[in-house]
């Protein structure tokens, strides 16, 4: 092997090694902001869950009160107490909530919490396997507790005609119509939470076959590597750094005419002057 091939191969070894850490320090990076929002997408999904604030009152309804997804509070001026609010349900007992279709959004909204929970303790698992592999793990769990989330928002709205909530919100009160009251910002919070977990989820995705990528294993001797990959990039590399590699090739100069023809002259001048005579020294 040349020097110059030598100095290519060199290169382009410097060049990958370059690449693949500044790839790492990018890749930690996202990995860290990856995770604190992960954390902060099971907060929230505990917060969407307990919060009973889903929708409630305007200062149009006939009634007062507010509705979760399994616990609700009316104002009653029967109450004979200090504070006139009845309060109801409890999530040990499903019975006790409003309507089906609310009873049905409390237990997606329970496997999206639970789901959540359950990525945020599969962290540890990054002491143990490849990240690679623990990317790929949380992004399933993540999309799988998304899905949850959004059904259960796209089920809580066909329980909005319940005799109870009429009380509060109107006659007018139907499917995906609220009549006179209004979304809470719970409900909000979990139309937030459901487009946060997809995001996260595609950037597990992403990560997860990133790292893949980098740690692939060498291909084998006289194997080109596959377009996309880092070996890939480091053998373009040194192809164009070989084509570069252009060795010098010598000219002779060319003699002029005149100084050919005065050369020759000489040449045969001294072939007819006839050679000159020894010296012989006798002692």
Not at 167 to 188: F, N, Q, S, T
Request: hydrophobic share 45%; aromatic share 10%; charged share 15%.
């Amino acid at each position: 092997m040349g020097s110059g091939s030598k100095q290519a191969l060199d290169y382009s070894s410097d060049s990958a090694d370059k690449y693949s850490a500044r790839y790492l320090r990018n890749s930690k990076a996202i990995g860290v902001l990856w995770a604190v929002f992960t954390v902060c997408y099971g907060i929230l999904s505990v917060v969407v869950l307990v919060q009973p604030q889903w929708v409630g009152d305007t200062a149009d309804s006939p009634g007062s009160g507010y509705f979760g997804l399994w616990r609700h509070c009316v104002y009653s001026s029967a109450l004979q107490v200090e504070s006139p609010l009845a309060c109801a349900g409890r999530l040990t007992d499903l019975s006790s909530i409003v309507s089906a279709p609310f009873r049905a959004a409390t237990i997606f909204v329970g496997l999206a919490v639970i789901i959540a929970l359950l990525c945020i303790i599969c962290f540890l698992m990054f002491c143990f396997l490849r990240s690679s592999t623990v990317f790929h793990l949380c992004a399933w769990m993540q999309l799988l507790s998304g899905i949850c989330l959004l059904v259960a928002l796209l089920v809580f709205p066909v329980g909005w005609d319940a005799g109870r909530l009429r009380e509060v919100c109107g006659p007018e009160a139907d499917k995906y119509h609220l009549g006179r009251c209004g979304i809470r910002w719970a409900y909000m919070l979990a139309i937030v939470g459901a487009i946060d977990a997809l995001v996260l989820a595609a950037l597990g995705f992403v990560l997860s076959s990133r790292e893949e990528q980098l740690w692939r294993q060498p291909e084998p001797a006289g194997v080109p590597a596959p377009p996309g990959s880092v070996l890939y990039e480091a053998a373009s590399v040194a192809g164009s750094r070989r084509s570069m590699n252009l060795q010098p090739v010598m000219l002779m100069p060319q003699l002029d005419q005149d100084r050919y023809s005065e050369f020759s002259q000489r040449s045969a001048v001294s072939a007819r002057s006839p050679p000159a005579p020894a010296h012989n020294f006798h002692l």
